[in-house]
Every structure is written in structure tokens, then in C-alpha cells.
């Protein structure tokens, strides 16, 4: 199943800043300011997801 990310979704991951999420992603904040509100570009889509996932797994304990 496909999913499709918004721009409010993506903002979540960088606590609702343009700034943060560009620098997160190593582009310009004007380039986020571009997105569609309705979808990100794919790319991006992923690498976000790769963001989230890396989160949750340094949020895992670790077992002993």
C-alpha cells in the first residue's frame, strides 16, 4: 500500500519548523516552502521515513 506523506506530516518530524525539516534533509528551506500541501515529493517522503524509523529504534531498549 502506497502512502502518501503532507506537508503537515512531514513538519510533525521537525516539531512544525520549514527550517529544521530542510536542514534535517540537507536542502534549502525554500524548497520545503515549494512542497505541495497535499504531498511531498516521493524522495523526500523516504528519506523522512528513514528519519522516523532511525528515531523509533534509538527509542527501543535495548535488550540485555
Do not use: C, F
Amino acid at each position: 500500500k502506497v502512502t502518501i506523506m503532507t506537508k503537515d506530516e512531514a513538519l510533525q518530524v521537525a516539531d512544525g519548523s520549514v527550517n529544521e525539516l530542510a536542514r534535517m534533509l540537507g536542502i534549502r528551506h525554500s524548497a520545503v516552502s515549494q512542497w505541495s500541501d497535499e504531498r511531498i515529493p516521493e524522495l523526500r517522503e523516504y528519506q523522512i521515513k528513514e528519519i522516523i524509523d532511525k528515531r523509533e529504534a534509538e527509542q527501543q531498549p535495548e535488550e540485555a
